[in-house]
């Protein structure tokens, strides 16, 4: 089964995919898309408030928010890990459990990208908002920094993440039945 949509003037076809027996979600995936994150993003920059700094969840979101840097003029982006790392020394980490994960991930940032966010307005960018526990998390390193968000841009919010006056989105994503059908749009 699939959903067809039209995004930033291109249509895709999204498959559906089992949350449970009885809620289906529409995957949504950028990753590979360069046409999908060169339109995505050039319709974001259009309704995203002014920030000084993105910052995004490592992985799906790193195309767009990359595009929407280059597009803006390189404004600095930066990307919560999932993993720590060699080279991060001095790690800050939030806990976050995703729709689209079985399991609860960490995010990690460095304390260097904290300290660059502290004072500055902070857009966090993602590929669809559901639930917002991403972005929740999200917002929680940024409030450690001592950052402000200025807001959440994401492609598609699914549910009722579209109607948070936080949010910019460019399309809402319904959600579906085991059938396929639209049981929430």
């Not at 195309?63 to 991060?88: C, D, F, N, W």
């Amino acid at each position: 089964m699939h959903y067809t949509m039209n995004i930033a003037g291109l249509n895709r076809d999204l498959p559906l995919c089992a949350v449970n027996e009885d809620l289906y979600i529409a995957a949504f995936i950028i990753l590979g898309d360069s046409e999908m994150s060169e339109a995505a993003a050039r319709e974001l920059l259009k309704k995203a408030p002014e920030h000084d700094v993105m910052l995004t969840a490592e992985a799906k979101s790193i195309p767009l928010i990359h595009e929407m840097s280059r597009q803006e003029g390189h404004t600095r982006y930066i990307v919560a890990r999932k993993a720590s790392k060699i080279y991060i020394t001095d790690p800050v980490t939030v806990t976050v459990r995703s729709i689209t994960t079985a399991r609860e991930q960490t995010l990690i940032l460095d304390q260097p990208e904290l300290d660059y966010m502290k004072g500055k307005k902070v857009l966090i960018v993602d590929d669809v908002v559901s639930t917002g526990d991403s972005a929740r998390a999200l917002s929680e390193l940024v409030q450690m920094a001592g950052g402000e968000v200025v807001g959440i841009a994401c492609v598609l919010a699914e549910g009722a993440a579209a109607e948070r006056p936080d949010v910019v989105c460019l399309e809402k994503l319904p959600l579906f039945n085991a059938k396929g059908e639209v049981i929430e749009d």
